[in-house]
C-alpha cells in the first residue's frame, strides 16, 4: 500500500496531465473527422460538392435506405448481394448529381411539389405507381379483396394502425420504415418526373429526316471491290513510338478525353478456395449422414435434411422430370431405385447425397379451369365457411343441370377480373406446383383429364373452395422427389489463414514497384489490371465489389504498393498504382496502350498499302499486285454501314455514294475496319417511293423515333446533365 501511495503523490499530477493531453487529443481528432470538422478547418465530412452544392451523408444514407426498400420490395424480399449493393451505391451517387443539377433547374422554372399534389401521389385513386405496387413478400397490400383493385382506404387504415396499434401491425417497425421510404422517394422523385416529362415533350423528329432516312433505305448499289487486309504486312515491318501514339489520341481527342479523373491499378489476386484437407474434411461429414439418411423415416425427411444440409430450407416436396431437373447428374438420379441413396457428388460448389423417396408418373403441365370462392384473404375473414360452402354448392349444382362453366364463373368465382375474362382457365406446370396451395395442386397433377371436384383449401395467403375441371394434361412422364442433403466446400480457417499469409508476405516482401514487378516475373505469378476506375466506383472489373482498393487508390501516388485488401470471402488483393489521369486528354497507360498501338499500326499499314498499290490503274491490276482477289456486293445499302461479305465498313458505304465517284471508275484507298478497300461502282438504284405512301410512311417513322426519344429521355438527360456538372468528391467519405 505504501509504494501505492508513494506513486500516487509523486506521480499523480504528471500522470493528469497526460491523461488531459490525450483526452483533448481524441476531442481534437474526433471534430476534425466528425461533425466539427470544418470548425477546426480539417477534415471535410461532406461525400461531395455538386456545382457547389455540399451534399451530406445523412442525405446518402437516405438514397440508400429508399434504393433498398425499392429493391427488396420488387424483389420479393430478396437480401442484397454484396454486388446489388456495390451496384446501388454507385447509381445512388449518380442520382444525387442528376437531381442536384435537375433541383436547380426547376427552382429556377418554379417547378414543384404542392401539397394536394403529394396527397395524390399517396392516397389518391391514381396514386403514384410505385405506392400501388407496394408489397411485402412479393405481395401488393393494397389491394382490395373484393374488387381485386388499388384501395388507398388501405394506405390510410395501415398508416392509423401504426399509431393505434403498432404492435399488431408492425411489432418490429419495419413495415414503417419501409412505407415512409416509400413515400419520401415519390414524393422526391415527382419533380424530376415533371422535368422528364416537360423535356420528353418538346422531342420532335422532322418529317424531312425521316423522308430523307426512308430515301436512303431505298436506295442501293453493286460495287465490286479489293480488300487488302492490315495483317498482311508483318507488325514487326511497322515501328510505333511514343509520339505517334500522342498525335493519334489528340487527333482523335473525343474518343481519347474524360471528362472526370480516373485511376489504373495492376494487382496480384490471391484467391480464397478450399484445400483438400478441406475436402476430405466434407466428404468424411457426408459418410455419416449418408448412413444417417438411410435409416430415416418418411415423415422425419423434411426435418432431417434441413438440420444436416448446409443449405437454407433444403428439403422440397418439389417432383421433378427430365425437363425440370436442371442437373448434370439429373439423369442417373432419375434411375436410382426409390429409397436408395446416390453420392456424394460435386455440384454448385457442395457435395452432395440425395436419396430417391418417390417416384410418380406425372404431367409436366396442367390446363385447368375452376371457380373460388374465398372465405379468407390473408388475415381478414371475408364470409363464414358455411356460406362459402353453399356458395360453391349452387354453382356446382348449376353446372350439373347443364348450366355453362364460364357463365358460372362470371357469377360466383372471385379469383379477380382478369381470371374471369378467361372462363377461370389457368396452365401450371410441374415447376410452379410448389407456389400452389397443396390440395389444389394435388388433385390437378394427379387426377385425371375431364375430372372435376371440390377442393377446400386454407392457407397463409387465403382460404376458401375451388370447384375444378381438369382440361388437358401434357408431357406425362417420369417424375422422382428426392432428400438431397448438401455439405458446401468451403476453405477452413487454418486453409484461408494460410493464404492470408502469402498475400501478406508478398506485400511486405515487395514495398516498391520495382520489386513488385520483378516478384511478378520471377514467381511468374498472374498481374491483373484493373482500369477506369471512377471516384465513385464501388466495384473493379474483374474483382467485383472492392470499395476499399479504389478509396486507397485514389489516396495513393503511382507506383505505390496497397496493403492486403481482403474482398468479401473471395481472395486478398495486393494492388500497385499504375496510373492517375485527370480530366482531358488520357494519357498513354498499359490498359490503353495495345489498342492504341492497333489502332496507329493499322494507320500506318494502310498508308504503307496504299503506296504499294500506287500505279496500279483497275482492280484487277491491284488484286494482282496485292496477291488478293477481286469480289463483288450485289447488296450496298445507303441506310446501313454494315455490308454483307465486308462487315462494319461505313466508309465503303459513304464513298459507294458519293457523288465524287462516277461509276466504273477506280476509287482511292479506303482504310475500313479490317484493311484496305479499292472499289468500283458498277450502279447505283434509287426506288422512289410514292409520293402519297412516302407521306403514311415517313409520318410513322417519324412517330416511331418520338416515342422511342420520350421513352428515353430520363436516361439521356442524366447522362447529359451530369456530365455539365462540376462535381468534387470526398471519395474517403464514401
Not at 57 to 74: H, S
Request: hydrophobic share 35%.
Amino acid at each position: 500500500m505504501s509504494v501505492i501511495q508513494t506513486i500516487r503523490n509523486k506521480y499523480g499530477k504528471i500522470a493528469g496531465a497526460v491523461i488531459a493531453i490525450a483526452l483533448v487529443g481524441f476531442i481534437v481528432s474526433d471534430a476534425r473527422n466528425g461533425s466539427f470538422g470544418n470548425l477546426f478547418g480539417g477534415h471535410d465530412s461532406n461525400i461531395m460538392n455538386v456545382n457547389g452544392e455540399k451534399i451530406d451523408p445523412k442525405e446518402y444514407q437516405l438514397r440508400l435506405k429508399q434504393y433498398e426498400t425499392l429493391y427488396t420490395m420488387f424483389n420479393r424480399g430478396r437480401a442484397l448481394s454484396d454486388a446489388d449493393r456495390a451496384q446501388m451505391n454507385e447509381e445512388s451517387v449518380k442520382m444525387i448529381v442528376y437531381e442536384t443539377m435537375v433541383g436547380a433547374q426547376c427552382d429556377k422554372m418554379g417547378i414543384t411539389t404542392t401539397e394536394d399534389e403529394k396527397k395524390e401521389l399517396i392516397y389518391g385513386v391514381n396514386a403514384d405507381p410505385v405506392v400501388r405496387q407496394f408489397q411485402i413478400d412479393g405481395q401488393q397490400i393494397f389491394i382490395n379483396g373484393q374488387t381485386h383493385e388499388f384501395d388507398p382506404q388501405i394506405i390510410k387504415y395501415m398508416e392509423k394502425q401504426f399509431t393505434d396499434d403498432p404492435q399488431k401491425i408492425d411489432p418490429t417497425g419495419k413495415l414503417r420504415d419501409q412505407w415512409e421510404s416509400v413515400k419520401a422517394y415519390v414524393i422526391r422523385m415527382n419533380r424530376i418526373n415533371k422535368y422528364n416529362a416537360l423535356v420528353g415533350g418538346s422531342v420532335y423528329a422532322p418529317l424531312y429526316m425521316a423522308k430523307r432516312q426512308l430515301a436512303d433505305q431505298n436506295s442501293s448499289a453493286s460495287i465490286k471491290y479489293v480488300k487488302v487486309p492490315y495483317s498482311q504486312i508483318p507488325d514487326a515491318n511497322v515501328k510505333v513510338s511514343d509520339d505517334d501514339l500522342k498525335a493519334y489520341m489528340q487527333k482523335h481527342a473525343a474518343i481519347y478525353t474524360t471528362d472526370q479523373p480516373v485511376r489504373g491499378i495492376e494487382y496480384v489476386s490471391f484467391d480464397i478456395l478450399p484445400s483438400s484437407a478441406d475436402t476430405a474434411r466434407s466428404l468424411e461429414a457426408l459418410a455419416q449422414i449418408k448412413t444417417d439418411l438411410a435409416n430415416t423415416k418418411e415423415k422425419d425427411y423434411k426435418t432431417f435434411v434441413n438440420a444436416k444440409s448446409d443449405e437454407a430450407n433444403s428439403y422440397s416436396e418439389e417432383y421433378l422430370n427430365k425437363r425440370t431437373f436442371l442437373s448434370k447428374y439429373a439423369d442417373t438420379l432419375m434411375s436410382v431405385p426409390v429409397g436408395e441413396i446416390y453420392g456424394p457428388y460435386y455440384e454448385n460448389g457442395s457435395y452432395k447425397i440425395s436419396k430417391v423417396t418417390d417416384r410418380k408418373t406425372l404431367p409436366d403441365s396442367v390446363k385447368l379451369r375452376h371457380i373460388l370462392v374465398r372465405t379468407k384473404d390473408r388475415d381478414k375473414e371475408l364470409v363464414p365457411d358455411s356460406v362459402a360452402e353453399k356458395r360453391i354448392d349452387s354453382a356446382i349444382a348449376a353446372i350439373e343441370a347443364g348450366a355453362k362453366f364460364d357463365s358460372m364463373v362470371q357469377i360466383y368465382s372471385e379469383d379477380g377480373e382478369d381470371n374471369k375474362k378467361k372462363g377461370g382457365e389457368y396452365t401450371f406446370t410441374l415447376q410452379n406446383r410448389p407456389g400452389i396451395a397443396k390440395e389444389f395442386g394435388d388433385f390437378i397433377f394427379e387426377g385425371k383429364v375431364g375430372e372435376k371436384k371440390r377442393v377446400k383449401v386454407s392457407n397463409d395467403n387465403y382460404s376458401g373452395y375451388h370447384y375444378i375441371e381438369i382440361l388437358e394434361q401434357k408431357g406425362t412422364g417420369p417424375s422422382t422427389q428426392l432428400a438431397t442433403v448438401a455439405k458446401n466446400l468451403v476453405p477452413s480457417d487454418s486453409t484461408v489463414n494460410a493464404i492470408y499469409g502469402k498475400a501478406n508476405e508478398f506485400a511486405g516482401k515487395n514495398p516498391t514497384a520495382a520489386e513488385f514487378d520483378a516478384t511478378i516475373k520471377k514467381q511468374n505469378l498472374d498481374r491483373r489490371i484493373g482500369d477506369n476506375i471512377h471516384a465513385t466506383n464501388f466495384t473493379i472489373t474483374g474483382l467485383g465489389p472492392a470499395r476499399e482498393v479504389v478509396r486507397w487508390t485514389y489516396e495513393h501516388k503511382v507506383g505505390e504498393i496497397s496493403p492486403v485488401f481482403q474482398l468479401g470471402d473471395q481472395r486478398y488483393v495486393v494492388a500497385k498504382v499504375s496510373f492517375i489521369q485527370d480530366k482531358g486528354v488520357m494519357d498513354i497507360t498499359a490498359a490503353n496502350r495495345p489498342q492504341l498501338e492497333q489502332k496507329v499500326r493499322e494507320e500506318k499499314k494502310g498508308d504503307m498499302i496504299i503506296s504499294q498499290a500506287n500505279g496500279a490503274t483497275s482492280l484487277d491490276a491491284i488484286a494482282q499486285k496485292m496477291n488478293q482477289t477481286v469480289q463483288q456486293s450485289d447488296s450496298v445499302t445507303l441506310g446501313a454501314a454494315y455490308v454483307p461479305g465486308l462487315g462494319y465498313e461505313p466508309k465503303v458505304v459513304g464513298l459507294t455514294f458519293s457523288q465524287s465517284l462516277q461509276p466504273n471508275a477506280l476509287s482511292a484507298g479506303i482504310k475500313g475496319q479490317g484493311g484496305v478497300y479499292f472499289i468500283t461502282v458498277l450502279n447505283r438504284v434509287n426506288n422512289p417511293v410514292p409520293d402519297q405512301l412516302l407521306q403514311q410512311l415517313a409520318g410513322r417513322q417519324r412517330g416511331m423515333e418520338e416515342n422511342q426519344e420520350r421513352n428515353a429521355i430520363g436516361q439521356l438527360l442524366q447522362q447529359d446533365i451530369s456530365k455539365q456538372a462540376d462535381v468534387k468528391y470526398n471519395v474517403s467519405n464514401f
